[in-house]
């Protein structure tokens, strides 16, 4: 008789609570594609009292999720309470120390300690597991470990927050404003009551450091990200953009330069014509781009309880056949130390908009700034007078290097016909 995995989650929030429906949904299905029964053993969240709507007769509650973690009865502790450092922290390691695998949705932990704890997992010889950490659903680790895995990765690049997507989505549809949007959002569930991680690219970051992680063989660099948030995009940027060919989405980017690996999460004009500015609402998207394959797209559902606790459990079923992959597809002890390629030394086209008092002499002074450091442009745009006297000027450039574009920026919002800091906005070649 083949013995059952047995299971021990910590944390029945959303994804918990899922991957407990999911294992009592599927059971039998999964015991033949695990090769032997899944077992939930033990469980533990913080309240015991709370309403769950999960059935958990037959599981053990540990009162402190740390008992999960060198229980003799369980073979993989799945960690989902969240968060980078304390207990989350704390269950992750003490269980791999104990000789059991892990899995996790944790993005925020192993964006800042992943190649830390991946290295903690290969000296015990145990699996460390994230499917759920990168785009929810969309089985993109995966692609990197199994499917892509004969491909260098030039690029890749995606949208990796759903209510990033979500707001910047309704704000093209209706013409409503970000903070409109934003507050709509919270009210139907779709953004968080504090939304500081999500609108202002955090949690986008987090999981493009995991993903570059995986793509590029290098240990996890959060801190080396640029990151930007959406909350500087406007719905007169969103209009302008239509105008010009293109949509505005949030993404995370990584790419290899000649300075290192370049990471940076903001929002961006992508041509309208592109897959990816297709990807609407609360849906996720992740191009990679390898050397033999050419350019593959995923796409799907980032988060919700279905789509992860899906993730989850088909780390489950890997950790059940004991299929043993370096949790970033290269050993751990190997993973490259690679810098942080610059920002300033970023090259691209931008978008600007200005909002500008209407008197002559003015678009003269931007081009003259914008020629001193050799930017070209491609288009200018100009709408007519404007009551309170302001007009919105839109310039696009040629390619440039960030640092020329910053030193322009600077110095065109300090004339005194610029009336607001300039927006900017990287335009995309995809
Ligand atoms: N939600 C998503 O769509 C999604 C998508 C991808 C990844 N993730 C990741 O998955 C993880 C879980 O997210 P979630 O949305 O399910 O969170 P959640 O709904 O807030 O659930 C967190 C769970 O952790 C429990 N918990 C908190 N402190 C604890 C402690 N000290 N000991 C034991 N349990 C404790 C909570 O207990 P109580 O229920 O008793 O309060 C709750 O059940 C996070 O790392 C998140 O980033 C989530």
Not at 402 to 409: G, L, N, P, T
């Amino acid at each position: 008789m083949t013995l059952p995995l047995k299971i021990g989650i910590a944390g029945l929030g959303t994804v918990g609570a899922g991957v407990v429906k999911l294992l009592a949904e599927h059971g039998a299905l999964l015991s033949l594609r695990g090769g032997r029964p899944l077992k939930l053993v033990a469980v533990s969240a913080r309240s015991r009292t709370k309403k769950r709507d999960i059935d958990l007769g037959k599981v053990r509650w540990e009162k402190n999720a740390l008992a999960l973690a060198t229980a003799s009865d369980i073979d993989v502790v799945v960690e989902l309470i969240g968060g980078s450092g304390g207990i989350a922290r704390q269950l992750v390691q003490t269980a791999l120390r104990s000789g059991k695998h892990v899995v996790t949705a944790n993005k925020a932990l192993l964006a800042m300690h992943g190649a830390e704890i991946a290295a903690l997992a290969e000296r015990r010889g145990r699996i460390l597991a994230f499917e759920a950490a990168v785009a929810g659903g969309i089985p993109v680790i995966k692609a990197l470990r199994e499917g892509l895995v004969g491909n260098r990765v030039r690029r890749l690049y995606g949208i990796l927050n759903g209510t990033c997507n979500y707001i910047l989505t309704t704000m093209r549809e209706t013409g409503r404003d970000f903070g409109i949007v934003l507050a709509e959002a919270q009210a139907a569930g779709y953004a968080e009551a504090d939304p500081r991680f999500d609108v202002d690219g955090i949690d986008a970051a987090h999981k493009l450091a995991v993903l570059t992680g995986a793509a590029f063989g290098a240990k996890v660099n959060f801190p080396g990200i640029h990151v930007e948030g959406i909350r500087r995009v406007t719905s007169m940027d969103i209009q302008f953009a239509e105008e010009l060919g293109y949509r505005i989405k949030l993404l995370g980017l990584a790419r290899e330069t000649k300075y290192g690996i370049e990471q940076r999460v903001h929002p961006c004009m992508v041509p309208a014509d592109a897959p990816i500015a297709h990807i609407e609402g609360v849906f996720n998207a992740v191009v990679i781009d390898g050397d033999f394959v050419g350019t593959t797209m995923f796409q799907g559902r980032g988060a919700g309880q279905g789509p992860t606790a899906s993730a989850v459990v088909a780390d489950l079923v890997d950790v059940a056949r004991g299929r043993h992959m370096p949790a970033f597809v290269v050993p751990a002890a190997r993973l490259a130390d690679r810098p942080a390629s610059p920002m300033d030394r970023h090259a691209g086209a931008y978008y600007m908009r200005l909002m500008v008092q209407d008197r002559p002499g003015v678009i003269a002074a931007v081009s003259g700034i914008l020629a001193k450091e050799r930017i070209s442009l491609e288009s200018m745009l100009q709408r007519g007078r404007s009551q309170a006297g302001q007009v919105p000027v839109v310039l696009t450039t040629h390619e440039t290097e960030e640092a020329r574009m910053q030193r322009a920026v600077t110095r065109i919002a300090k004339l005194k016909a610029v009336a607001e800091a300039p927006c900017i906005i990287r335009i995309e070649s995809l």
